[in-house]
């Protein structure tokens, strides 16, 4: 059975870091695609950042390039997004999500097929 479960949210301070992972059992990550997405209350979910298989490509929407870096610890089999200079609008639930595919990632949620539940980040002083 293949799962995705995240860790690392928290309540942070404007301006702080936190770092999320992605941790899956019963496949290889490095074989999938992954997207980070996020979903503030009352809106739609969102792309964050996506990183291709096989330690490939990787993107960011605008609003967090600069301060958010997708990677892999295949060691580990986790995908993890460090998260820096974060400002209240980071605040929302962000979850992890795969597809076993070579093409390029994309920050579409109907791309992926797999899903975690989630981990709440807050942003507020």
């Known amino acids: 059975q293949l799962q995705l479960v995240e860790s690392g949210g928290g309540l942070v301070q404007p301006g702080g870091s936190l770092r999320l992972s992605c941790a899956a059992s019963?496949?290889?990550?490095?074989?999938?695609?992954i997207g980070w997405f996020r979903q503030a209350p009352g809106k739609e979910r969102e792309g964050v950042s996506c990183?291709?298989?096989?330690?490939?490509?990787?993107t960011y929407a605008d609003s967090v390039k600069g301060r958010f870096t997708i990677s892999r610890d295949n060691a580990k089999n986790t995908v993890n997004l460090q998260m820096n200079s974060l400002k209240p609008e980071d605040t929302a639930v962000y979850y992890c999500?795969?597809?076993?595919?070579?093409?390029?990632?994309?920050?579409?949620?109907?791309?992926?097929?797999?899903w975690g539940q989630g981990t709440q980040v807050t942003v507020s002083s």
């Open positions: 990183i291709r298989s096989s330690g490939g490509s990787t």
């Open positions: 999500a795969a597809v076993p595919t070579i093409m390029p990632c994309v920050m579409t949620t109907s791309f992926y097929g797999t």
């Open positions: 019963g496949f290889t990550l490095d074989d999938y695609a």
